[in-house]
């Protein structure tokens, strides 16, 4: 369907699920599933102080778009929002919001979810955490 | 040969640009390179090269003009 669409934003302003619910908004779409990623305050039993997001920032665009897309090819959805931020975020502050939309729910949740793996599998960003007395890339070592 | 790094790829190197005077053919080639310069390279869960924007096979032929990243394990989200 031509009027199906994907938004894509990498950036350092925060982030909003209002914003990118309503991206997703649709007469059609009677299910809208919002997913929301905040910094965590530990990693295992250490205490995380802030966390530091950076990216290659035109290749990541580019795979989120390919990543919306490929949801879209495999579920019934019509729209699909991923935001991802960039810099230091402190505890609780969003570093990624993903939307989806569909006329029922199950395809949305269902793509939701794939579109949060493939990013944190496949799109060049990356983040460290700053504990007390430490800091350490993430997922960098097996 | 201009090679760009992020993340912990960028402490490995100790820049996150890196000028090779030898110029390797291909990505494989890229990544030998890499390893024998740099152990480090060694402890990492996976190394990618990004050629273009965009990952890179093994045997993906590299030119001068090519815009080349070093992609460490990713940890967006």
């Known amino acids: ?142 | 040969m201009k090679v760009i790094a992020f993340g912990i790829a960028k402490e490995i190197i100790g820049q996150q640009y890196l000028n090779l005077e030898e110029q390797p053919s291909n990505v494989l080639e890229l990544k030998k390179q890499l390893l024998a310069r740099y152990p480090g390279f060694l402890e990492l869960a996976s190394l990618r090269i990004a050629v273009n924007e965009a990952y890179a096979e093994d045997d993906h032929l590299l030119n001068t003009t090519d815009e080349i990243v070093i992609i460490p394990p990713v940890s967006g989200g």
């Open chain 1, 1 to 142: 369907m031509e009027d199906k669409h994907i938004h894509i934003s990498l950036g350092f302003e925060p982030l909003s699920t209002e914003e990118c619910r309503t991206l997703v908004q649709d007469p059609a779409c009677g299910g809208q599933v919002v997913f929301a990623g905040a910094v965590r305050n530990h990693t295992g039993d250490r205490k995380v102080l802030y966390l530091d997001f950076e990216s290659y920032v035109p290749m990541a665009k580019k795979v989120m778009q390919e990543i919306c897309s490929q949801a879209i090819e495999k579920w019934p959805i019509r729209h699909a929002v991923c935001h991802h931020r960039l810099g230091k975020l402190e505890i609780g502050e969003l570093a990624v919001v993903i939307a989806v939309s569909s006329p029922h729910r199950k395809a949305s949740f269902e793509a939701c979810e794939f579109i949060i793996d493939e990013l944190k599998k496949e799109v060049p960003i990356w983040k460290k955490e700053v504990f007390e007395g430490g800091e350490e890339w993430v997922s960098a070592r097996p």
